[in-house]
């Protein structure tokens, strides 16, 4: 038996670049499989038979579940690094992130990264994810990950740049983000300017996660707009609004 093939290994490669095998078994017999399809040829006589992509070599024609799962592992070791919350792997979380955004643009990867981060929630690990949130140059992504880390990090020193990036128009990228990382720190200086966000009124991203935060928040003078907002908004701002009253610990007593 021998044979030629491609198999890529980077998730965005494979793409571009589609797998596939082609093997000679002894001297009459060359199997072939790709995305595209699958071929049984006798080289004796040219007979060529015609599978479904994948009869030969199971899982070829979707080569991005392993790559995925691949990925889901290095996301996985950076939220246990996280949760270790040592100081000495901010450097090499910091270093992944980069790699993964640059090289693959592996979300996964960058976004749990950032996520570890903010758990270890040290100063320096803050002052890191602050200075990507704040540089509006970044890439979008970049910035939607350092919010998601600055929620995990519970730092009540977040609560007034989380809420000036709410309160800056020209943020909207990062709004959402922001808005559900001041819910789960959860402090009531922020109520007020999510309660103004309810009334956003470009897309339904931002009142819905001002909804979830006031929810979590859970301060008593929320409770008249929510109801407002539970009886006019549209569905999606309405669900947030909903889970809100129902999961608010100082709404819930109403």
């Not at 071929?39 to 994948?54: D, H, L, P």
């Not at 919350?85 to 090289?103: C, N, R, T, V, W």
């Not at 559900?180 to 720190?185: C, P, S, T, V």
Request: a negative charge; charged letters at 25%; zero cysteines.
């Amino acid at each position: 038996v021998s044979g030629v093939g491609r198999i890529p290994f980077v998730l965005n490669s494979s793409v571009e670049h589609s797998p596939w095998i082609a093997l000679n078994i002894g001297e009459d017999l060359r199997l072939s499989d790709s995305t595209q399809g699958a071929w049984a040829i006798k080289t004796s006589n040219e007979k060529v038979s015609e599978y479904q992509a994948g009869t030969f070599f199971e899982g070829l024609a979707r080569p991005w579940m392993g790559l995925i799962a691949a990925d889901t592992v290095r996301r996985d070791a950076a939220v246990a690094l996280g949760q270790l919350g040592d100081e000495k792997a901010i450097e090499p979380l910091i270093d992944a992130a980069f790699k993964a955004h640059a090289s693959d643009n592996l979300w996964q990867v960058t976004s749990g990264a950032f996520k570890a981060i903010g758990r270890i929630g040290s100063e320096e690990a803050v002052s890191f994810l602050l200075s990507i949130l704040d540089d509006q140059s970044n890439p979008h992504n970049l910035r939607i990950f350092a919010a998601e880390g600055l929620g995990e990090s519970g730092s009540e020193r977040l609560v007034a740049p989380l809420i000036a990036v709410i309160e800056d128009g020209e943020q909207k990228v990062v709004h959402e983000e922001a808005a559900e990382a001041l819910g789960k720190i959860g402090d009531r200086r922020a109520v007020d300017t999510l309660i103004t966000a309810l009334d956003d009124t470009e897309g339904w991203g931002l009142p819905k996660a001002a909804a979830r935060a006031l929810g979590r928040i859970g301060d008593e003078r929320s409770v008249a707009h929510l109801i407002v907002v539970l009886m006019k908004r549209d569905r999606p701002t309405v669900e947030g609004a909903a889970e809100a009253l129902a999961g608010g610990y100082s709404v819930k007593r109403q």
